[in-house]
């Protein structure tokens, strides 16, 4: 037994020296691996075309693939192409016929194959296997059972060296679960059981074990896939109880099938009962019994199953012989058992095994060693099994450790042992595993709680590993810690590894974010591994700062419950003062320990604590002085280099996060904007100070200077903006003054400067200041640029001694172009033009100079033109029009794929996409721009956009060139001071390396002329013009006449229009007009040209100075040149077309009369009716004709009065009254009024009697009387 064990540890030292390698999974069908050095080669065979075909199939039984393999197949189609005349010859060899037609033969019998397994015809499919030679036969079953335990072409999921199904799932991307799967009943788990080749020789063992666990696999993905394991195990007790020799399985082998299949708590049915196994001494059964009850225990947990699985495992290990897998089997299981025993049994026998029965306890060590050991190896995608073992490891050792602590001592290498095998394990989780420990509580987007394991905070990690099958998969770090030696354990090994492992705990601690419980750690290896404790010290920081850091941007929300309403408040939670102290006080403390560790692991990164400094305060927060002296101590005691890092990062903060309103209530600080300020102006007087105080004591400090130069470059920026000053320029001049000598200090200490610290960061925050800010992001488009700045940069970088100017000019060179992504797309162009000041041409500037080149030829094959619609005299008392143009070369255009997208508002639509770049509202971007350069001199009436489907015109007399209309902005003089258009601007922005570049193209300034009032008339082609009369408004005395205008171009005003029109009878009362209107680009048109259209309404009113009131209405007359003119009226709600002049319907206005007239007709009028009733009446009479009743002379007073008193009779019609009125009207016109006698006297008698007899009135008399 003891040369046993020292062998093992033997096997296992061997097997953990190599743990810095990466493991890799063996590859399948490598031949001759694993055999003795030196020893004689056997000669393969050579493999045959049906095994090399065999060993590669993919079997599919996706439902689709089993009912496309069950429908009718088509006829294929034959292959004409070598019938074709002309065809050329093949040159290369012409196959052999014989060749040809057996690989057909081949593949008529492979697809024959393949398809007896889609539709699950087993009898063929073992009569195909069984008529094969004996080896390709096993291969093909061999393949056949891995091909069908995965999906098609995707490979075998689970076991060892296969994939799992959820890798394979989160490989794929969402929705890949719902992926089609291989679909099997029980009968086809015994189908292929049956199909299983049968040679001459019995079955090995080994191989018996291998076909039993693949069809366990399958059978788990029948039950998987619905089979229901009651109906599966009756389907298995069904064909177990066949006589001998027509079964397929044995009971055995049923049982070793659901063990296999993870439904070990179904196969009591097909053992033995433990007291005959253990009779019999049947260690394979013992062993699968303990299984049994293992699995009843886990999914019922009843009392006595643990117990009868510790029974069945004692009685394998009590057995004096039997085989030594089993043995080995049963000891695993005992060791895994023995902690969760009750009254202390298992613990006593773990106990025992150590102290009555050692050799038992060595058997327990090297079996358990040998798992870990060998776990990466051997199971690389079985993370179960692997922590599986490291727990094991750590329950036999502590047992070890508690019952014979004496024996350990004698133990050591075997302890060392076990100790590397979980340190290589620890190594590679370190490495590999990207979790941060334990399941997190997060929240989704519709406010839901849900716990994610960490398990899923490593997906594209895990996916990367799936793009190398043989990579193992990494034990989670929280469960390595759990399964770490402790003190007794490290304190029981060699002492020259326990550095080793405490450090692989420390960086274990880290890497799931628990700084504090590696600390100590940290300080255990400081002493003997002072340079390793020193870069974890740099981790240690690294980490407490992302833990306190308030500010880091979360994707979950806190953990708040609210059970009766969402709580808004909550989801941004403030950085409290009292928290921002405690961060800092703890801060302070670590900073002490750390000082404490011995020799070069107590040396402050100063960068790290600097940016854990910054972590302790909310973002809206400046910093203060006895906060950074807590930390860091005495100011006066700090470092240049830790004093300058300070400073630059509150000169950070001071010109971003901390002066935004923004950001001020996020954190909920209820700053007004003059509180806002104040802190900010505070913020640069403390960091000033800090310098300041920096400066006294190393006054020619580079780091210092160059600081204290962004400090007053950011503040003078900061100020200005608060409110313009005129002494800016001088004060951003002293502050590159202070830049250039901070250059000039780092030249003379370049020299003496350690490689690793030459930088060219005063250059480059110099060379950003000179832009507009000293962070290269902070510069806006409205930062101008000082030109003076980058001839002085370049001066500065070649007065650096020796080869150090080339060295930082190339330096400065390449960051050229690493750091142009950072600048913003309005200001790269501005960027790289002050770089090629200082690099020249170098030829680290490479990269960049590409990009500046593409810039630059931007600028000359795109521009920006203005048109003037018409002449240059616009005048100042009407509206004019200007097109905008983009003006580009064809190439330009083909290359950016058109300028559609600037015809566009992105962020309105319902979806756009831009093309890599951030979505923009690019006519409201101009519109705005535009209105802005105008609004002084002009007033903007109108912008019209073309639409975005535009395509471009060639330029006339321009070959290469070409434009696309983009605007048309119609505008108005504000006077007749104006003498141009300025400028006018347009953002494009074009993809590049480093992102995109936004290239501002302007117009140049338009010449024009206002002086007069009306200026030239405005082109306008194919006029329309509408006029619709309105006589629904006449009872109040009001005639409409609307008049529209349609034209291509500006259709003229209505003075040019129409002249100074008044219609006859009417006086115009009022005028009104919705102004000039662009409705769109006029698309006909092949020039570019816009439709406008304008609306006058004219209120008309009858004339009072005219004796008789209009009858009929004249439409305006156009006076310019027309494609039509169309005349309307309203007849009740509807238009109906009318001529140039139409009839009033009603009428409008008063006449113009003479009063003695109508007075004097008056008299007459009453006489003769008086003196007619009289004679009337004297005269009586039979009822006689009309005209017997009328007077003998009838003038015009007599008629209008019997007219008048025959249209008050009921008889008559509201049409009767008016045609009556009519006549009323004729007779009265020409007898009564002045100058109106020009047409032929009415007929009196007739038009009376006419009446008469339309409305007759009888008398008592029965006379027909014709006045009462």
């Not at 003078?716 to 313009?724: D, T």
């Not at 020249?840 to 000359?860: I, S």
Request: proline share 6%; with cysteine.
């Amino acid at each position: 037994m003891k040369k046993t064990f020292a062998f093992t540890l033997l096997a296992l030292a061997a097997g953990v020296t190599a743990y810095a390698q990466l493991p890799v999974a063996p590859s399948p069908h490598e031949p001759g691996k694993g055999a003795a050095p030196g020893a004689a080669k056997k000669e393969e065979p050579k493999e045959t075309p049906r095994m090399a075909r065999l060993k590669a199939l993919d079997f599919d039984r996706r439902p689709s693939s089993i009912l496309k393999a069950w429908a009718p197949q088509p006829a294929p189609k034959k292959d004409e192409s070598a019938k074709e005349p002309g065809a050329p010859k093949n040159e290369a060899k012409e196959p052999d016929p014989k060749a040809a037609e057996k690989a057909a033969e081949l593949d008529k019998e492979i697809a024959a194959f393949q398809k007896n397994v889609t539709l699950g015809k087993w009898a063929e499919v073992k009569s195909y296997l069984a008529s094969l030679p004996a080896d390709e036969g096993a291969a093909g079953y061999k393949q056949l059972l891995t091909s069908l335990q995965g999906r098609p072409g995707m490979g075998r999921p689970g076991g060892p060296g296969g994939v799992d199904p959820m890798e394979m799932q989160m490989m794929q991307g969402p929705g890949q679960q719902f992926v089609e799967r291989n679909v099997f009943s029980a009968d086809d788990v015994l189908g292929l059981a049956a199909a299983a080749p049968v040679g001459k020789e019995p079955v090995k063992p080994k191989q018996e074990k291998e076909t039993l666990a693949a069809l366990g696999a399958i059978f788990r993905e029948a039950v998987t896939g619905g089979t229901l394991p009651e109906v599966a195990v009756s389907r298995l007790k069904a064909e177990t109880a066949k006589p001998a020799g027509q079964a397929v399985l044995t009971k055995r082998q049923a049982a070793k099938l659901l063990a296999g299949a993870g439904l070990a708590e179904f196969a009591g049915d097909f053992l033995p009962l433990p007291e005959q196994a253990q009779k019999d001494k049947d260690l394979e059964a013992l062993n699968l019994l303990s299984r049994h009850f293992l699995a009843l225990h886990a999914k019922e947990s009843k009392s006595g199953n643990l117990e009868r699985a510790w029974a069945a495992v004692q009685a394998v290990l009590g057995g004096p012989d039997g085989v030594a897998e089993e043995k080995d089997e049963a000891l695993i299981r005992a060791v895994e058992l023995a902690p969760r025993l009750k009254d202390a049994l298992g613990q006593e026998w773990l106990g025992a095994s150590f102290t009555k029965n050692p050799e038992r306890g060595q058997e327990i060590l090297a079996s358990v060693g040998t798992l870990v050991s060998r776990g990466l190896t051997t199971r690389p995608h079985a993370i179960d099994e692997r922590l599986n073992a490291l727990k094991l490891s750590q329950t036999a050792v502590s047992a070890l450790m508690k019952a014979a602590p004496a024996r350990a001592k004698e133990w050591k290498p075997a302890l060392t042992v076990l100790a590397l095998g979980w340190q290589k394990e620890a190594e590679f989780s370190q490495r590999f595993d990207q979790s941060s420990g334990g399941s997190r509580l997060r929240r989704d987007m519709y406010g839901n709680i849900f716990f994610a394991s960490s398990d899923e905070d490593d997906q594209m990690s895990r996916m990367q590993m799936m793009q190398q099958p043989n990579m193992p998969r990494p034990i989670q770090i929280a469960d390595v810690i759990k399964a770490a030696p402790d003190a007794a354990w490290l304190a029981a090994i060699d002492e020259s590894l326990r550095p080793k492992l405490s450090e692989a705990v420390a960086r274990l601690h880290l890497k799931v974010n628990e700084e504090a419980k590696a600390f100590p750690l940290i300080e255990q290896l400081a002493g003997a591994q002072p340079a390793e404790a020193k870069g974890l010290v740099k981790e240690f920081l690294r980490v407490w700062t992302r833990n306190h850091d308030p500010n880091a941007s979360r994707n979950e929300n806190r953990y708040s419950w609210f059970f009766f309403a969402f709580e808004q408040r909550a989801e941004s939670i403030p950085l409290t003062r009292s928290k921002q102290e405690r961060n800092l006080k703890e801060l302070s403390d670590w900073v002490a320990r750390i000082k404490k560790l011995p020799g070069a692991a107590g040396e402050l990164d100063d960068e790290a604590v600097v940016r854990a400094f910054t972590a302790c305060h909310s973002s809206a927060e400046v910093y203060r002085t006895e906060a950074i002296e807590a930390v860091f101590g005495p100011l006066g005691g700090l470092k240049p280099k830790t004093l300058a890092g300070l400073a630059d990062q509150m000169r950070t903060n001071l010109a971003g996060l901390w002066k935004e309103p923004a950001n001020q209530e996020k954190n909920k600080t209820k700053r007004k904007k003059k509180d806002i300020e104040a802190e900010v102006l505070r913020g640069y007087q403390v960091a000033q100070a800090v310098l300041a105080d920096g400066l006294k004591k190393f006054p020619d400090r580079w780091a210092l200077l160059a600081a204290q130069a962004g400090l007053m470059h950011d503040e003078i920026n900061y100020r200005q903006e608060l409110s313009k000053a005129s002494d800016f320029s001088a004060k951003r001049t002293a502050a590159f003054k202070t830049y250039r000598r901070a250059a000039e200090e780092y030249a003379k200490a370049a020299r003496a400067l350690p490689e690793d610290e030459h930088t060219t960061s005063v250059y480059e925050q110099w060379f950003a200041a000179g832009l507009g800010a000293v962070d290269l992001g902070m510069i806006s488009e409205e930062k101008q640029p000082d030109w003076a700045q980058p001839p002085l940069i370049r001066a500065a970088l070649l007065a650096l001694p020796g080869d150090l100017a080339e060295k930082h000019m190339g330096k400065f060179a390449n960051n050229l172009f690493i750091k142009m992504s950072g600048a913003k797309p309005h200001v790269k162009f501005n960027y790289l033009k002050a770089g090629f000041q200082i690099v020249g041409d170098h030829k680290q500037a490479a990269e960049a100079k590409k990009v500046f080149d593409y810039y630059k030829d931007l600028v000359t094959e795109i521009k920006l033109e203005a048109v003037l619609d018409g002449s240059s005299e616009v005048g100042h008392g009407r509206p004019f029009g200007l097109f905008v143009n983009l003006k580009h070369t064809r190439d330009i255009e083909r290359e950016s794929g058109g300028f559609g997208r600037y015809l566009q508002n992105q962020n309105s639509m319902a979806y756009s996409y831009n093309y890599g770049r951030p979505t923009a509202d690019y006519r409201d971007r101009f519109e705005t721009a535009a209105r802005t350069a105008l609004k002084e001199q002009f007033e903007v009436v109108s912008v019209t956009f073309q639409d975005e489907k535009v395509t471009s015109r060639a330029t006339p007399g321009e070959f290469g060139w070409r434009y696309t209309p983009y605007a048309y902005i119609l505008l108005k003089p504000r006077g007749p001071q104006v003498d141009k258009i300025p400028p006018l601007r347009l953002d494009l922005d074009f993809l590049e390396t480093s992102g995109y570049v936004v290239m501002p193209v302007e117009t140049p300034a338009v010449p024009i002329s206002a002086r007069t009032a009306g200026g030239d008339p405005r082109p306008v082609d194919k006029l329309s013009v509408t006029q619709t009369l309105d006589e629904r408004q006449a009872d109040k005395g009001a005639l409409l006449l609307e008049v529209k205008a349609v034209g291509v171009g500006l259709v003229p005003e209505w003075a040019e229009l129409a002249g100074n029109y008044v219609p006859d009878g009417f006086e115009v009362t009022k005028t009104e007009t919705n102004g000039l209107g662009v409705k769109k680009f006029d698309e006909d048109n092949d020039g570019n040209a816009v439709v406008s259209e304008q609306v006058w309404t004219l209120t008309l009113k009858g004339r009072e100075d005219r004796t008789e009131l209009p009858k009929a209405f004249r439409f305006a007359s156009v006076k310019v040149p027309t494609k039509e003119v169309v005349y309307q009226r309203y007849a009740d709600a509807d238009l109906t077309p009318v001529s140039e002049e139409v009839s009033l319907e009603q009428s409008y206005g008063k006449k113009k009369s003479n009063w003695l007239w109508y007075a004097l007709a008056g008299v007459a009028a009453v006489f003769v009716l008086v003196a007619t009733v009289v004679l009337l009446a004297v005269r009586g009479g039979k009822r006689g004709p009309v005209e017997a009743g009328l007077p003998d002379r009838l003038d015009p007073f007599v008629a209008a009065a019997l007219l008048r008193e025959i249209r008050e009779r009921p008889e008559l019609t509201v049409s009767h009254r008016a045609a009556l009125d009519q006549d009323l009207a004729e007779i009265e016109q020409y007898h009564f009024a002045a100058g109106a006698n020009g047409h032929p006297a009415p007929d009196l008698r007739k038009i009376v009697e006419r009446w008469a007899a339309t409305a007759p009135r009888a008398t008592s008399g029965n006379r027909q009387l014709l006045i009462g």
